[in-house]
């Protein structure tokens, strides 16, 4: 395999997906050398049949508002590889997005949920339809009609959706209740699920724990001691939110966060009790992180992305292409000496190209922010043996998935000089276990 060829390939059959394609370029330079090392795998064009997804759902959304209006969005599921077990992967409401960006999620959720060595394969889903302003009917009612399309296609042993951004706790509820509606079971088709019908203790922190989990195995490889560490953290939703909850658990100090409006500088740190704040503002009130500064009188820069602010540790936990190639620098001459991505493909190529050239610790979102996947790996389990597992029983094998991650990164990444390429290690870890099982299977 010539990664150059095949990413020009899928330009050219793709043109109109620009995240997929900067996936796709991000992964196949680094498993290049390791493919090549396997001739039966170039013999039955491996390559191809990973990157295209196995299937692409493609359907129209129409739901009403409390006014009467009829609306229409757009809705997705992309199944792209269930090598090593069912699809798995989140649903996304947000006005952003599109088949591109829905592909390359799900390519990278393929990797993502081999790394955590559970039986679970990728996939994504979504609509360009946002909850943001609507009312709780209205989003019930899109859920409902969005599950009306989708349902036939998904179930336990199939395709288990989740929450992404735009759908936690209550869009699940609302799409799970549609769902058993309409096939006459109860199971466990989607996890993120409340407590009450079959959710996992620690699903909704483990995203941002698992981050942090990942962030302390980095550090300790450099014998460096969270504790005390300037951070800044972007977004201020369900990762930026359980993130700040672990880093101040663990003696951080947490100076930033994001919404899509601007961010807020907090000098002083945000403790437990503004910490409170933010989580009654963000799941309850709905608001704009403007408040939070309005309220304890710190800086707010509208439109701005944190990452000029001096700190030790950046944890972007936002949205895909938040940290560019400008930011990065900036980050690197403030002094950073980690990187751990809490979103999804936070960081542009040249962002990343200038962390490893700084020979900072930098970890790819496949890798740092697979706890979520991880934890609803572990409800799947729960759902089938009709059971529900303790609070520090999840948070163990949580913490324990997370160190098995960092450790086949540092397996497959450490370079010559000793300087542990995360990036690398985290896509050829992933690479090798869909890639033997897709041979094992035959070519289908």
Not at 196 to 220: C, D, H, K, W
Not at 319 to 328: P, Y
Request: aromatic letters at 10%.
């Amino acid at each position: 395999m010539k990664a150059i060829e095949v990413i020009e390939s899928l330009k050219r059959r793709f043109p109109n997906e620009p995240e997929y394609i900067q996936a796709v370029s991000q992964v196949l330079p680094t498993i290049e050398e390791t493919y090549n090392q396997h001739p039966e795998f170039e013999k039955s064009n491996l390559i191809e049949r990973l990157c295209i997804p196995d299937r692409v759902y493609e359907f129209r959304v129409t739901w009403t508002d409390d006014r009467g209006q009829v609306h229409t969005n757009m809705g997705y599921r992309i199944q792209h590889n269930n090598a090593i077990g069912p699809y798995k992967g989140g649903l996304r409401f947000h006005s952003s997005v599109n088949l591109g960006i829905l592909k390359f999620l799900a390519f990278e959720q393929t990797f993502k949920n081999s790394l955590t060595t559970l039986p679970m394969g990728g996939a994504k889903g979504g609509s360009d339809f946002s909850p943001r302003g609507k009312s709780n009917a209205e989003v019930m009612r899109f859920c409902q009609a969005f599950m009306t399309e989708l349902w036939r296609n998904i179930g336990p042993d199939v395709d288990v959706p989740a929450g992404d951004i735009g759908v936690g706790g209550r869009e699940v509820g609302y799409l799970f209740g549609m769902y058993k509606k309409l096939t006459h079971e109860y199971s466990g088709t989607f996890t993120g699920k409340g407590l009450e019908f079959g959710g996992s203790l620690i699903r909704p922190e483990a995203t941002g724990y698992g981050n942090v989990y990942f962030l302390q195995e980095m550090l300790a490889t450099k014998g460096i001691d969270i504790k005390g560490k300037t951070v800044c953290v972007s977004g201020s939703g369900n990762v930026a939110q359980y993130t700040v909850d672990k880093l101040i658990d663990l003696g951080a100090k947490v100076v930033t966060l994001s919404d899509s409006n601007g961010y807020i500088y907090d000098p002083d740190g945000i403790d437990r009790e503004k910490w409170n704040y933010v989580m009654e503002l963000k799941n309850i009130e709905r608001g704009r992180i403007r408040e939070y500064a309005e309220k304890y009188n710190v800086k707010y820069v509208e439109g701005g992305r944190p990452w000029g602010e001096k700190c030790d540790i950046a944890l972007p936990s936002a949205t895909q292409n938040e940290i560019d190639g400008d930011d990065a620098r900036k980050l690197v001459a403030n002094g950073v000496i980690a990187v751990g991505e809490g979103a999804n493909m936070p960081s542009t190529p040249e962002a990343i190209k200038v962390f490893q050239d700084a020979r900072i610790l930098y970890s790819p979102g496949k890798a740092s922010n697979a706890g979520g996947v991880s934890v609803s790996g572990l409800e799947m389990s729960q759902n089938s043996e009709r059971l529900s597992w303790t609070r520090e029983e999840v948070d163990q094998k949580l913490h324990s998935i997370m160190k098995n991650i960092h450790a086949a990164c540092v397996q497959y990444g450490t370079e010559k000089d000793g300087y542990v390429n995360y990036v690398k290690g985290a896509n050829v870890a992933g690479f090798m276990k869909v890639a033997k099982a897709m041979m094992a299977q035959g070519i289908l």
